[in-house]
């Protein structure tokens, strides 16, 4: 949901190093327009410890997904079948 603020294993911050990897994998790294690779991006950023790359690699950002809903709208369905 929302972005670990530190690693729950060695407790590093990790936070801040989630927007610039997001960058690293969305942009092309050469000219072929190659994606960079998931583990090129975080050897860029200093994730070296297994645990804090698995907390970045695994993460899902649902949280752009959920901001789409709103919730006024669902009572005005739910009025709207009551009737």
Partial sequence: MII??????CGK???DL???YVQLISTPH??????TPDGEA?????LNRYCCRRMVLTHVD?????LR??????EIVKLG???
């Fill in 42 to 46: 975080m050897d860029q950023l200093g």
């Fill in 18 to 20: 989630y927007e610039r």
């Fill in 30 to 35: 050469n000219d072929e327009g190659d994606l």
């Fill in 4 to 9: 670990p603020i530190r690693c729950f294993s």
């Fill in 81 to 83: 079948q009551r009737q």
């Fill in 13 to 15: 911050v990790i936070a």
């Fill in 62 to 66: 649902l949280i752009e997904k959920l």
């Fill in 69 to 74: 809903y709103n919730p006024a709208e669902r």
